[in-house]
């Protein structure tokens, strides 16, 4: 009997619009569409992609219980046997969208559902205990391969196939443990390991911890009349013109731009060179991602000490988290020197 | 960028939209945006009221800076 899938993707992937159509609520089209057409051919006669659910990226973020419960009830309707989302890339806001959709599927309809994110996409830290998230390329340039990976693992899965590891299954890790049989016992296995350490070779734990990067938080600000707060953004606000070349996406370097004498970011000076949400209000209004009047206004009133007289800027969207990390450690060696007190960073 | 600024040992307050990913990047002091594209504003607020709501969010993040917290806390009031 051929088996039922239903597709999820975003609006961009349903071919209507980028950004400005981010903000458009779920829609139901019968049969495949965009990469699900792909994933049809991918699939042959197993399987059926029965219907495609989209909906637009900040439409679902910033609804998330109640879109992911009408996504849901839209997918339900159609009885399927496996839900495939996305794949998203280092898509935010998407691949949010595609695990919450995964997610809910498989604990509410009790069927399997994969999605196909870039390691890196902060999905992958919150959904992939719970769904199949196949590693996938940081671009749609990757298209073809992260297809050809979910078409593959969506195939095991709908035959109740999955026997190896995570790895050799083609998807990232669940953190669960499994049994398997080896030829040789565990002392031997363990003692190879530790003589392929001690020799610098590589080797292969059976057992991978958790890997936790947190930091405490720091204590908090004692004295605001006396501090000095700096800005920090990730929306991609610099002067008209964009003097550093910043990139419109997958950012290498950040900007660092005077405030000294400015009482509000204007339309003339300021803009934002984001490729990855619709600019037009924050390029209205720079002062709606970085809030530079309502501090003056506030500065004024004495409520804090002073704003520090520069404010820092990159792009956040597509960015490796080796990039971000530097940014992040550059802009506090600054600070630093500079004797600010506290940070307000605001992403979009 | 959040995670490594706070780690050099300043207070920092991210203000953003999308709280689950802020949560996962490791912020410790969130305050919710109002939308994606505009996190600080709203268009549709006349010029005064807009303004007023900037500076709310902007009180908010002082107070959540000036707030000790010993895990990931989300100031939504």
């Known amino acids: 009997m051929t088996k039922r899938v239903v597709h999820y993707v975003n609006q961009f992937f349903a071919g209507q619009g980028g950004e400005e159509s981010a903000h458009l609520e779920p829609v139901t089209v019968e049969g495949a569409l965009g990469p699900g057409l792909q994933l049809q051919t991918l699939l042959g006669d197993e399987a059926q992609v029965v219907a495609t659910v989209w909906c637009g990226d900040n439409h679902f973020a910033e609804n998330l219980e109640s879109t992911r419960r009408e996504v849901l009830r839209r997918i339900a309707s159609f009885e399927p046997d496996l839900v495939i989302a996305g794949p998203a890339f280092n898509a935010g806001r998407y691949g949010m969208a595609c695990g919450e959709v995964c997610r809910s599927v498989t604990e509410e309809l009790n069927i399997p559902a994969l999605t196909g994110l870039y390691p890196e996409n902060p999905g992958v830290e919150i959904y992939s205990r719970d769904i199949y998230i196949v590693p996938v390329a940081d671009s749609a340039r990757g298209m073809k391969v992260a297809l050809q990976t979910m078409g593959a693992l969506a195939a095991k899965l709908l035959n109740g196939e999955l026997q190896g590891t995570a790895e050799e299954e083609g998807y990232l890790s669940r953190g669960r443990r499994k049994n398997f049989f080896f030829a040789e016992n565990g002392a031997v296995r363990a003692v190879e390991m530790a003589l392929a350490k001690f020799h610098g070779q590589p080797f292969k734990t059976e057992f991978e911890m958790p890997v936790f990067d947190r930091v405490p938080p720091a204590p908090a600000l004692k004295d605001l009349k006396g501090a000095t707060i700096a800005l920090v953004n990730s929306g991609g606000v610099v002067p008209m013109g964009n003097p550093d070349r910043i990139e419109v996406s997958s950012a290498s370097h950040f900007g660092r731009y005077s405030l000294e004498s400015l009482e509000d970011l204007t339309a003339q000076a300021f803009e934002s060179v984001h490729g990855g949400y619709d600019r037009t209000y924050v390029n209205d209004d720079p002062d709606r991602v970085v809030p530079l009047d309502a501090l003056r206004a506030l500065e004024k009133e004495g409520v804090f000490g002073r704003l520090y007289e520069y404010y820092f800027s990159t792009v956040g969207t597509g960015t490796p988290v080796k990039n971000c990390s530097r940014f992040g450690t550059e802009i506090a060696g600054q600070l630093k020197a500079d004797g600010v007190d506290a940070v307000i960073l605001t992403s979009t | ?77």
Not at chain 2, 48 to 65: C, D, I, K, P, Q
């Open chain 2, 1 to 77: 960028m959040v995670k490594e600024i706070e780690r050099a040992g300043f207070p920092v307050v991210h203000i953003a939209t999308i709280v689950p990913i802020s949560l996962t990047v490791g912020a410790n002091r969130i305050v919710p945006g109002v939308a994606i594209p505009h996190p600080l504003g709203n268009p549709d607020l006349p010029a005064e009221e807009e303004f007023a709501l900037r500076r709310s969010l902007v009180e908010r993040a002082f107070r959540a800076l000036t707030t000790d917290v010993t895990e990931q806390t989300v100031f939504n009031d």
